[in-house]
């Protein structure tokens, strides 16, 4: 599945999101990037995330059973790299954009995966935005972005793609 | 956990599902924490209706984290290589998601790389997430017919 189908574009360059006060998601967030930055993967986040997906598989919980199936410790379900975009401490500020969070919707999320994320790892995390269009005459905004992820080994964990809608306020 | 093995694996064949009981208020709070998506249209119905929905609506990485399970029920988590959904429909309190996998392609030439296709439903037959997954399986036939093998 081809997921923000349209073409990376943009330079790496940081733009500032003060300067762009107007309705639409600008084309010039294109390009716009995350500082690569290290966030700590707590044990008890896995725990709590495994928890809270109805996981009872004891790899996510218990170090002993995770060593047990050939892990170095508990590791974090394939999807856990997304909290980690948003622990960001600079994550995207959509508000900034001119979106409103509630009213942004998920459309397709993809995931390569590097090695898997343990307990105890320090995932350097960065960001992108890779696209912004309009659709349905502008009731809804796109934007794309990619998220990439290495561990304390310099090992490749994820690069997450996603494409996330906005619906417009309607115009009174 | 039985290991699939890439060469018993047919194209057609279709992994356990996953059934979950009905998405509750409690859960879609206990996921914006652990996950820390705190988006509210998620847990405050008053910040959903705000924004023009009935009633707050899941999370779409939820219904992707439980999708996955399909996967990890079958392989190791660390055998899944590449895994994408489109989130066709909102989940709404009180849906009751079946996620399910088939088989869809064999790569003959690969490391023992199969395609999955997935989905979730709800108990009314609504799809609410359509996705593909890449997985890697061991190679090592134990099938003595290879003539089965698509």
């Known amino acids: 599945m081809r997921i923000c189908s349209s073409a990376i574009r943009g330079s790496a360059l940081m733009r500032r999101v003060s300067s762009l006060k107007t309705a639409m998601v600008h084309r010039s967030f294109i390009g716009l990037e995350t500082p690569e930055t290290p966030i700590e993967v707590e044990k008890g ?3 709590q995330f495994a928890a809270a997906i109805s996981e009872s598989n ?6 002993a059973a995770a060593r047990a199936a050939g892990h170095p410790a508990i590791l974090a379900p394939p999807t856990f790299g997304f909290s980690l975009s948003i622990l960001h401490p600079q994550t995207f500020d959509f ?3 001119g979106l ?10 993809r995931f390569n995966f590097g090695v898997p994320i343990y307990a105890g790892d320090v995932i350097r995390v960065r960001a992108r ?14 934007v794309c972005m990619t998220t990439f ?10 690069e997450m793609t996603g494409l996330i809608a906005s619906r417009r306020r309607p115009q009174p | 956990m039985s290991i699939p093995v890439y060469e018993d694996v047919l194209v057609g064949d279709e992994l356990p599902p996953i059934v979950k009981p009905p998405l509750s208020r409690t859960t879609l709070a206990l996921f914006a924490g652990a996950s820390a998506d705190h988006n509210p249209v998620h847990i405050d119905i008053d910040a959903a209706r705000e924004a023009g929905l009935p009633d707050v609506i899941g999370h779409g990485m939820l219904t992707m984290a439980y999708v996955a399970q399909v996967l990890t029920g079958w392989v190791s988590p660390s055998a899944i290589r590449s895994y994408s959904v489109r989130f066709v429909a909102p989940t709404r309190i009180g849906n009751a998601l079946t996620c399910t996998g088939t088989v869809i392609a064999k790569d003959p030439s690969s490391d023992g790389t199969v395609r999955i296709a997935l989905q979730a439903v709800d108990q009314f037959g609504d799809v609410k997430v359509r996705g593909d997954a890449e997985v890697v399986l061991a ?5 003595t017919n290879d003539a089965e093998i698509v």
């Open chain 2, 139 to 143: 190679r090592g036939a134990t099938r």
């Open chain 1, 95 to 97: 508000k900034a954009m």
């Open chain 1, 129 to 142: 935005i890779t696209d912004t269009y309009e659709k349905k005459g502008g009731l809804l905004d796109f």
């Open chain 1, 149 to 158: 992820g290495r561990n304390q080994h310099d090992q490749p964990v994820f």
């Open chain 1, 58 to 63: 004891p790899i996510y919980f218990d170090d």
């Open chain 1, 100 to 109: 409103e969070l509630a009213r942004i919707l998920h459309a397709e999320q």
């Open chain 1, 45 to 47: 986040r896995i725990r």
